[in-house]
């Protein structure tokens, strides 16, 4: 019996190497690929042999990748914000008032943030050109709230059920307004949900690429994924793999940090969005 | 529905003060959701053209299909339904989601099992399994590319080395393995997503009906099928439904994978084509069009098979 016991600790501990080693090895691999340059990229190494900080220069040198990263940035935040504002009030009156066709409305939310993008491009494309916002942050920031903006309701909506109904009940008694019930009672309580809601919004609007690729035109006006995607060599035939890791490896080191800083809010965000729905 | 215990003016006073909370982000989507689709759907019934927006003219059906009778008897089809690289991507979309969900959800199966087991070391394989999720579509698809890569790429020299193969595959270029190279990334990339919403659900089971089954001695594998899967049905279902719907409109991960490649370009890729790349916009719009229609209808069938409680009002 003990035996048969190791064996199968053993097996189980395997099992858990595996999940670990396939989940980090590209990882690890894109950082070890992107400390190497020259002829040295190709060879196959599992090990950095050296530190050559070469394609980290040439990416954060040239002029367009930095422009990048800060549009990224402006266009997230502004995104979530954004969302998160219009979000909060009307999560509240999802979760916390009973109205005729909140189920309906519900199920709409979610619909949309289900959407397949491409089937509002051509209509967006459309409402840029109308607006004059092409190729303008402003295009990706009013685009992105289609995802956001849903995803947002959506999981406010399930941490504000979560709070409980005394709390509203005192301060209804009190005579506080619905109004000064959300800014004064609840957003105290809601900050750790706001945090976490936001921090997946963020991760969405930061990583998108269809509108970002459809809506810009130049190179200075591109968000991260684009230039990550569309980065050439000075030839179509040689692309360059050193600077394009060194590129991912800058942009996913703060994200990855964050998810695991915040990883237990993170968890209990997704499964909010998903499960308990 | 405004029979809470309180005075009817409180009530009314809520609701009027839901209405005005839920105004704003309701007319936020308006605009950037129902009115873009709804323009979207009138494009692909003109001829509209990327350069001229407001010049199409209503053609009706003809970007979906279009019957012409020459003189001479011959009947001429056009449009979407007729379409070899239309259906093509149809089928190229099809496939991808049902495998990628497939293996995802066995996948991230038996990660929350382990998971949900308890051993020294679960925090570390949870952070572990958050990194392919947190690495953005595009970052992972130029990793794995290079990581494909047919000359230089580390999973030949890893299969060359173990002797799986004998020679360097062409992993991304060559069309019998372009589909095998996008599932592969895209499976790595969102089992750890699955595999969080089904160990939610997994936490939702009472330890004590395992431990009951433990005290009877019911075999660990007929346990599993006995209780452990019929508990968490519900959440796998909704698991299962958002990946799908996630699988069914693909874009970015084939865009940078195997751009270009007509074994993999899936319904999404193909209207985007259409509409901005080939200045036939109306036409990709009826292709987008098709899609939506397309997973309108399967959420519609699933949740009505399936009896899934999405907004989830039915458990309070």
């Known amino acids: 019996m003990t035996t048969r016991k190791l064996i199968g600790s053993i097996a189980f501990y395997a099992l858990v190497a595996v999940i670990v080693v396939f989940s980090v090895f590209p990882f690890y691999y894109a950082i070890v690929t992107s400390f190497s340059t020259g002829t040295d990229l190709f060879r196959v190494r599992y090990w950095p042999k050296s530190f050559d900080f070469g394609n980290y220069e040439s990416v954060l040198g040239g002029r367009n990748f930095p422009r990048s990263i800060l549009n990224s940035i402006f266009i997230a935040t502004t995104t979530v914000v954004f969302a998160l504002f219009l979000a909060v009030t009307a999560s509240y009156a999802l979760a916390r008032v009973r109205f005729r066709a909140r189920g309906l409305l519900l199920l709409m939310i979610l619909a949309v943030s289900m959407f397949p993008q491409i089937a509002v491009l051509a209509g967006l494309f459309e409402l840029v050109r109308f607006l004059g916002i092409f190729n303008s942050p402003w295009a990706m920031i009013m ?81 991260v994924p684009v230039a990550i995607g569309l980065l050439s060599g000075a030839s179509q035939q040689e692309i360059p793999w050193g600077p394009i890791m060194a590129a991912s490896v800058i942009v996913t080191v703060p994200l990855v940090i964050l998810v695991l800083v915040f990883q237990r809010k993170i968890v209990a965000g997704l499964t909010a969005g998903g499960v308990k729905g | 529905m405004a029979t809470s215990n309180d005075g009817p003016s409180l009530s009314q006073q809520r609701q009027r003060a839901a209405f ?238 195997t751009p270009n490649s007509a074994a993999t370009k899936t319904m999404s890729v193909i209207s985007r084509e259409n509409m901005i790349d080939f200045d036939k916009f109306a036409y990709g719009a009826a292709q987008s069009t098709l899609l939506f229609a397309i997973i309108a209808v399967f959420v519609s069938v699933y949740i009505w098979l399936g009896r899934v409680d999405l907004s989830g009002e039915g458990q309070r």
């Open chain 2, 20 to 257: 005005w909370f839920l105004a704003p982000m309701l007319l936020a989507l308006l605009c950037v959701a129902a009115w873009p689709l709804l323009r979207t759907i009138w494009f692909s019934l003109t001829d509209t053209s990327l350069n001229n927006l407001y010049g199409g003219e209503w053609i009706g059906f003809d970007n979906y299909l279009s019957i012409r009778v020459l003189e001479s008897g011959r009947v001429i089809y056009r449009g979407t339904l007729v379409d070899a690289a239309w259906w093509n991507a149809v089928w190229n979309t099809v496939r991808f989601a049902v495998t990628s969900v497939f293996f995802e959800t066995l996948l991230g199966l038996i990660v929350a099992l382990v998971l949900n087991a308890e051993f020294k070391g679960r925090g570390l394989v949870r952070a572990a399994i958050l990194i392919p999720w947190a690495i953005p579509t595009i970052v992972s698809a130029k990793m794995w590319a290079w990581m494909l890569n047919d000359q230089f790429g580390i999973i030949n020299d890893i299969l060359l080395g173990f002797g799986l193969i004998d020679q360097k595959i062409a992993w991304t270029a060559s069309p019998d393995t372009a589909m095998t190279a996008v599932l592969i990334v895209d499976i790595w990339k969102t089992t750890p997503f699955m595999a969080l919403l089904i160990l939610a659900g997994l936490q939702m089971v009472p330890r004590d009906i395992y431990e009951a089954a433990r005290i009877d001695g019911v075999n660990p594998v007929k346990v599993f099928f006995r209780i452990t899967l019929p508990l968490i049905r519900p959440a796998l279902m909704v698991a299962v439904i958002f990946r799908m719907l996630d699988a069914l409109r693909i874009f970015d991960l084939v865009y940078v994978l």
């Open chain 1, 143 to 223: 685009s992105y709230t289609i995802f956001t903006l849903p995803f947002t309701v959506w999981v406010l909506t399930t941490f504000m059920r979560d709070l409980p109904v005394e709390i509203e009940e005192a301060a209804i008694v009190d005579g506080a307004s619905p109004w000064v019930i959300i800014t004064r009672v609840f957003l105290p309580l809601l900050w750790p949900a706001l945090v976490t809601t936001g921090l997946l919004a963020f991760i969405g609007a930061w990583n998108e690429f269809l509108f970002a690729l459809t809506f810009t035109s130049s190179e200075t006006t591109r968000t």
